[in-house]
């Protein structure tokens, strides 16, 4: 499940970056966690009341929060697609599970 996942993420982020001249070289998976991971947590003060809702309601600000989840997940999955991680043995020993295939 996470190889496909993974898979429609890289061909929507091969897509896109071509479409606009992006260059994603091996700094560019690790900094686009980083910078999902920022917008996520900006999501969240704002939701929780730590900053500006800037007039959007809860229910607004709770779809940005799922909006940037969604970015930070599809980065994690071209992060460890790039470097070629086996996320389903990492998950089998930090989590202590067998994730779904």
Same mark, same amino acid.
């Given at each position: 499940?996470?190889?496909q996942?993974?898979?429609?993420?890289?061909?929507?982020?091969?897509?896109?970056?071509?479409a606009?001249?992006?260059? /994603?070289?091996?700094?560019?998976?690790?900094l686009?966690?980083?910078?999902?991971?920022?917008? %996520?947590?900006?999501?969240?003060? @704002? &939701?929780?009341?730590?900053?500006?809702s800037?007039?959007?309601?809860?229910?607004d600000? /709770?779809?940005?929060m799922?909006?940037?989840?969604?970015d930070?997940?599809?980065?994690?999955l %071209?992060?460890?697609?790039?470097? @070629? &991680?086996d996320l389903h043995?990492?998950?089998?020993?930090?989590?202590?599970f067998?994730?779904?295939?």
């Open positions: 499940m996470l190889d996942l993974g898979s429609q993420f890289e061909a929507a982020s091969a897509g896109y970056a071509a606009h001249g992006i260059e /994603r070289d091996p700094d560019w998976f690790i686009k966690m980083q910078e999902e991971m920022g917008e %996520l947590t900006q999501a969240w003060n @704002k &939701l929780s009341g730590r900053g500006r800037q007039g959007k309601s809860p229910d600000l /709770r779809t940005q799922a909006d940037e989840t969604a930070l997940l599809g980065h994690v %071209l992060f460890a697609q790039h470097h @070629k &991680l043995a990492a998950i089998a020993r930090k989590w202590r067998q994730p779904a295939l």
